[in-house]
């Protein structure tokens, strides 16, 4: 089992506050002060034309990693395609489960259900950076994926490859706990994936995305299961045609 790397966005919450708000400002800063503006409203509109090109590449069933609000999770769910969002921040859980998806509170790095079996895995909106070693994040999801699954990846609009800590605070300077992030830019995404095979590169609405395909012969995936969860953190309930959690 891989160690999970310290968990953003648990103690005071901003991130919580801004999803119930719909809106910023809210913001990723560093040690030294820089601040990363995140894009709330975005994040909690539905899903745009950006997204739903991104997700028309999706295979097979998705897993949706650090799925926010759930804007798509819910996308797809309305186009009646298997998926299943993650995150580890109750709030956004919650408020995907709201929007009709299935999102179970839960790092990447946990165990998960269906892994070795996903078709596609996505890491938008910047999770490329989820716990600063995007070489550890990488080997994670191949494991996640069904051998030749697919990883759909945003990587940053300019050309960086940088670690840090860092915090979410807000316009009135609440501070959420430290944790590790990485930010990279396409040439650092591809520099990390090595052992995949890139299939597609593109770039739409001042994003920048990366399709790779998964070369990983599996050897721990679960056998079908025909069960479901939708989950918030406390509750886990059955229903028919998705994967089931791990209790």
């Known amino acids: 089992m891989t160690t999970s790397p310290a968990v953003p966005w648990t103690g005071p919450d901003p991130y919580a506050a801004a999803l ?5 400002p809210l913001f990723l800063r560093r040690t030294d002060g820089w601040l990363l503006p995140l894009e709330v409203e975005r994040w ?6 950006v997204d739903r090109e991104v997700l028309d590449r999706c295979e097979g069933a998705v897993l949706d990693v650090g799925c926010g609000p759930g804007r798509l999770v819910a996308e797809l769910a309305a186009r009646g395609r298997t ?25 990447v790095f946990e165990p998960l259900p269906g892994q070795g ?22 080997d994670r999801v191949g494991q996640l ?5 697919l990883l759909i990846a ?11 800590d ?19 830019g396409t040439p650092a995404l591809l520099r990390y994936a090595r052992g995949w095979e890139r299939v597609g590169q593109w770039a739409a609405g001042g994003r920048c995305f990366v399709a790779l395909r998964s070369r ?4 721990s995936a679960e056998p079908p299961k025909r069960t479901a969860v939708i989950s918030s953190q406390r509750a886990r309930k059955p229903s028919a045609d998705r994967p089931v959690a791990d209790r």
């Open 20 to 24: 119930r708000a719909g809106h910023g």
């Open 44 to 49: 909690c509109a539905g899903a745009d034309p």
């Open 83 to 107: 998926v299943l969002g993650i995150d580890v921040s109750a709030a956004a859980v919650d408020h995907t489960v709201r929007l009709g998806g299935q999102a179970l509170c839960r790092s």
């Open 117 to 138: 079996r996903w078709g596609t895995v996505l890491l938008m909106d910047g999770n490329v950076g989820i716990g600063g070693d995007p070489g550890a994040l990488l």
């Open 145 to 149: 994926l069904a051998p030749g699954g």
């Open 154 to 164: 945003e990587a940053a609009a300019v050309d960086v490859d940088e670690r840090a």
């Open 166 to 184: 860092v915090h979410l605070t807000d316009a009135h300077d609440a501070v959420g706990a430290p944790f590790l992030w990485a930010r990279l």
């Open 216 to 219: 990983r012969a599996s050897s």
